[in-house]
């Protein structure tokens, strides 16, 4: 029964903490499907900029001032683009390290948890042996007093029997 006890609550702890996680895992998961969509964004900006780099629209095959600001503008771009994955990468990490403390923490309550379990069942163990001798010295004084009570009773039959003989004895002699 104990064990069933202790398998019971352990399933109960861990249903808990997997639900949480699982959630938590779904959001972690999102935010790093956002940042590999960023990353494809700017490997498609990187190509566009090293397109625009061999792009020689002027004479004699130079590149013109429209060329190099356009190579300019998708440059920026990359650059901000890069900005927004670091801050999607802090978030990420942000999360992850939130993820650990709180699977640490759940970690501790459910060890905190399991260990009051574990005093309180004891405790209750030893209440339960407590009441088990109680009983079984109430048991024992009961079966005592149980045997004086017939020994008495036999006793005073059996003194009543001798006296109505004996009675009966004198009243014939």
Do not use: P
Request: aromatic share 8%; proline share 0%.
């Amino acid at each position: 029964m104990k064990t069933f006890l202790m398998c019971l609550l352990m399933a109960l702890t861990l249903s808990v903490a997997h639900a949480d996680i699982s959630t938590d895992s779904a959001a972690y998961q999102l935010q790093r499907n956002k940042i590999n969509d960023l990353l494809a964004q700017r490997a498609q900006k990187f190509n566009q900029y090293s397109v625009s780099l061999n792009t020689k629209t002027g004479i004699f095959g130079w590149q013109t001032k429209k060329d190099i600001r356009r190579s300019g503008e998708i440059l920026m771009d990359i650059a901000q683009t890069d900005e927004v994955i670091f801050k999607e990468i802090k978030v990420l990490l942000d999360f992850k390290t939130f993820q650990t403390t709180q699977v640490v923490a759940q970690s501790h309550d459910n060890a905190d948890r399991s260990f009051n379990y574990m005093v309180t069942i004891n405790k209750l163990r030893q209440l339960n042996d407590e009441l088990k001798a109680d009983s079984a010295r109430e048991s024992n004084q009961y079966h005592q007093k149980l045997t004086m009570h017939i020994i008495i009773i036999l006793l005073l039959i059996a003194t009543s029997i001798f006296l109505f003989l004996r009675r009966s004895n004198t009243s014939k002699a």
